[in-house]
């Protein structure tokens, strides 16, 4: 499975942003897909996953600005980010697994896909 992010840039509080995940390889059958973020000094944080079946979980920072989603078919996995606060700003990563034994939760940060990240910078 490969992934590779696109959308990100600069925008200042207050702003959106739509970031992408074109998902590529010899299946798409994705049993759990992520957004995850990375600030300069700081651990990786989940920020959104979305299950197989649909259903969707965000950290609590995020909940009401930030919504994920899928076009199967497009292999294409979104973030649309609203109401950006300058601690959004971060290298922004989707992640995929396909075990489906997977807790797909943002708390998890052990998924086994990654692509190479976008960055997204909110200024005040």
């Known amino acids: 499975v490969q992934l590779v992010e696109s959308g990100g840039g600069s925008v200042q509080a207050g702003g959106s942003l739509r970031v992408s995940c074109v998902v590529s390889g010899s299946t798409y059958n994705a049993h759990c897909m992520g957004w995850f973020r990375q600030a300069t000094g700081k651990e990786r944080e989940g920020v959104a996953t979305?299950?197989?079946?649909?259903?969707?979980r965000y950290t609590d920072s995020v909940k009401g600005r930030f919504t994920i989603s899928q076009d199967n078919a497009k292999n294409t996995l979104y973030l649309q980010m609203n109401s950006l606060k300058p601690e959004d700003t971060g290298m922004y990563y989707c992640?995929?697994?396909?075990?489906?034994?997977?807790?797909?939760?943002?708390?998890?940060?052990?998924?086994?896909?990654w692509g190479q990240g976008t960055q997204v910078t909110v200024s005040s």
């Open positions: 979305v299950f197989s079946d649909g259903e969707t």
């Open positions: 992640a995929a697994v396909t075990q489906r034994t997977f807790w797909c939760d943002p708390s998890r940060t052990d998924f086994p896909y």
